[in-house]
């Protein structure tokens, strides 16, 4: 028929102009007709070449993504290509995979936190402590809520090693023997800087007994405000021995109670202790946590870098207390000193 002989080759010819490329002659299956196996295992092979490739291309992109390998080894892959490459991969992938990156990236810092720490763990030396020694050394917290398991250890009397920079209420003012050459440092510097000053220690370590009256007499004195100045007994700072009290040791004998106030040239010893190792335990504003009033006089201990932190950021020893707790070696304090010089605490 003229109308079939007409239609065939345009057709053909369609179908030809359309195709990118000519299939193989063996892959044209015709499934009215029952298929050979030669074909059918072509046709299987085809099919077979090209699901691997194109499981090897979804792979390869996502290996670049970091996907694949962060989710092998557990290891922060992803986090590592994004920081490479500073293109997040997340252009390609759903907001899903988008979600998954979230933590991730908080991996990344607790990572770098710990290298740090890691690194800072290498250069220290491990000093082994037993739990009796949680109640011991110069950062050891005495309040009206922490006795102090402290009394009368490694106490060395002034008399014997202090320098010429100040004097003494009396000849049986002692302290923990660690302090002295911090305190006699301190004053001599502030008597360099001064001239001959009227400084004197009047108390350092006060025992257990001494206490017991010193408490008993100010209860009798002043019942209302007694506590305020003076500690029960056992839970005296000054039984620890890293304490002591300034007082002027003035040609006229000064006021009734302690005369060093910390201020005029005084000033000096209060703002820079934290240099020496000690702190002013007793803040001004800090009563209600420190439980005490406010006692220019009264220093602290605590050893150097601490004092310095503690000082320069005006806290009390119960605060720096709280912050140690939050911190560990893998979460240091990084503070830098008056010198420049580094510290991990
Ligand atoms: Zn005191």
């Not at 070449?49 to 996502?62: A, K």
């Not at 301190?186 to 008597?191: A, I, Q, S």
């Not at 150097?304 to 320069?312: A, G, L, R, V």
Request: charged share 30%; glycine share 6%.
């Amino acid at each position: 028929m003229n109308n079939n002989d007409n239609n065939s080759p345009e057709k053909e010819e369609t179908s030809e102009d359309k195709s990118f490329f000519h299939l193989p002659e063996i892959l044209k299956i015709d499934f009215d007709k029952p298929v050979p196996f030669k074909q059918q295992f072509a046709f299987m092979s085809t099919v077979l070449v090209i699901s691997c490739l194109l499981f090897t291309v979804v792979y390869i992109q996502q290996m670049f993504a970091g996907n694949i390998a962060s989710a092998e080894d557990g290891k922060p892959t992803s986090v590592a290509n994004d920081e490479v490459s500073g293109t997040p991969a997340s252009d390609t992938s759903s907001s899903a995979e988008k979600e998954e990156k979230k933590p991730k990236k908080q991996q990344k810092k607790v990572t770098k936190i710990s290298t740090v720490g890691a690194d800072i763990l290498k250069k220290m030396t491990t000093v082994e402590r037993t739990p009796d020694d949680i109640h011991k050394g110069s950062l050891i917290l005495v309040n009206k809520d922490y006795s102090s398991a402290l009394d009368g250890e490694n106490i060395t009397m002034l008399s014997e090693e202090k320098s010429d920079s100040y004097v003494l209420s009396d000849n049986t003012v002692g302290v923990d023997a660690e302090i002295i050459p911090h305190l006699n440092s301190m004053l001599d510097d502030f008597e360099s800087l001064y001239g001959e000053t009227d400084i004197m220690i009047a108390c350092g370590y006060r025992g257990y007994e001494t206490q017991v009256s010193l408490y008993n007499d100010e209860l009798d004195d002043n019942d209302t405000e007694g506590d305020q100045w003076v500690a029960p007994p056992g839970y005296s700072e000054h039984q620890t021995g890293y304490v002591f009290d300034f007082d002027l040791n003035l040609a006229d004998g000064g006021k009734a109670g302690i005369n060093y106030d910390g201020e005029g040239d005084y000033a000096w010893i209060n703002n820079n202790c934290g240099e020496y190792g000690f702190i002013l335990r007793y803040r001004e504003g800090k009563e209600k946590i420190t439980g005490y009033l406010f006692e220019p006089w009264h220093f602290r201990y605590v050893g150097f870098p601490h004092s310095e932190y503690i000082e320069d950021n005006d806290i009390t020893l119960e605060e720096y207390m709280e912050l140690l707790h939050k911190h560990d070696d893998e979460d240091v304090i990084l503070m830098e000193d008056h010198d420049g010089h580094q510290w991990c605490i």
